[in-house]
């Protein structure tokens, strides 16, 4: 935020004492660096404050001449007044600058800026967003959960949760079913339950956030490019349900599998608040030895088991058919060592599997468990709803999986 403008009576007070000391001595008595001292001299003189007045409403001194006779006598004095220019810029509310253009003069000097501006949340209101949506949380106190007593199946089991978009909001008149946040939680959740119970239990399991896990990125219900949503609840009450899903899955997980990896990848919703789901899953996750939480900002997410190698990504940067490429470029060490490649991509909403012109890679995407909102149903998207969870060998690849459907 820029400074007040300063007033007609302080550039008055800095004009006098200049102009009855040496330049050096004013800077000391008004306390101001001699740069300083010098704009606020131009803006007087532009304000007709220096002995030209009076200045018309809306304009500036931009020009001063003087007629002299022959003998070297002012006899009159010329003032050129031009539009006053507006006071200091001000970002916009709402606005973040988005880029910074400069006109520049044969010497190299700025002639003239441009700054462009964009809506959106910055940083620092990001992080008061997210400190006013845990200020009264409470966490519930976490000891390690015992391991089960069974036999596992030297086996991992991915479990990928897509596209939830927790906070959506649809109307039935409008799209066909009724979704809020409620819904979403019971719904989800329910699924979720009967996904992990279907499943045998096996040494690890990795439950993955395809990206997207909340509908909104900020209080103004708006993603992170500010595409404005239809939100239930507030963006405080909508993340902390966003967080407790995840910890329900994550829990229920505890209860047949042996070790959890969890990742909550980044999505073209959701930004900044996958960022504050994953440490907040790590947090809470601190004390229990068998659950490790992975908080990179990487797009992209990779894990080799034996022979078997597996990617993901939530799919709004790189498309589907770059996948094998990426896998063999940043990871060519499990590239090489493995026999068996999946990569996972999200935001499709629908489900599809590719392998012949994909180098040799099963490029899956993945259902939504979430309703249609009114702009998918507007577009005539019609995909079906579900969760499911494959179980991957050391040496065989994907051996199994299970599905559940919602209506």
Known sequence: ?????????????????????KRSEACTILGLSESTVR?????????GLSGFS????????AKVSTAADEYGNIKKTYVTQKPAKSGPFEIPDGHQIKAVSALLDADGRVSAQ???????????????????AFADYIPPKHSPVQIPQENFADSLTFIPLPDLH????????????????????????GAAERLLALGVPTRKAIILGGGDSMHIDNKKNETTNATRQDADGRYDKVLLAACFLFVRVIDLALLKHGEIDVRVLKGNHDEHSSVAIAYFLFAHYRNEPRVTVDI?????????????????????????????????????DDWAKSEHRFAHVFHVHHSSKRQDEYGGVIVESHQAPVARDAWHHG?????GRSLCSIIYDKEHGEIARSRVALT
Do not use: Q
Not at 1 to 21: G, Q, S, W, Y
Not at 54 to 61: C, S
Not at 119 to 128: C, K, N, R
């Open 296 to 332: 990179s900002a990487n797009l992209f997410w990779f894990h080799r088991f034996g022979k078997t190698m597996l990617a993901a990504t939530h799919g709004h940067e790189a498309k589907p058919d770059k996948m094998p490429l990426i896998m063999a470029v940043d990871r060519p």
């Open 166 to 189: 927790i906070g959506m909001y649809a109307w039935k008149d409008e799209t066909g079913k009724n979704w809020d946040l409620k819904i979403a939680e019971r719904e989800i959740g």
């Open 1 to 21: 935020m820029a400074n007040a403008p300063i007033t007609d009576d302080r550039l008055i007070e800095i004009f006098e004492v200049c102009k009855t000391h």
């Open 54 to 61: 009076p200045v018309l409403d809306g304009f500036e001194v």
């Open 379 to 383: 577009a005539g998207y019609r995909s």
């Open 39 to 47: 704009g606020h001299l131009r803006e007087a003189a532009r304000r």
């Open 114 to 132: 441009w700054v462009k501006t964009k809506e959106g949340i910055s940083p620092l209101d990001a992080a008061e967003c997210l400190k006013t």
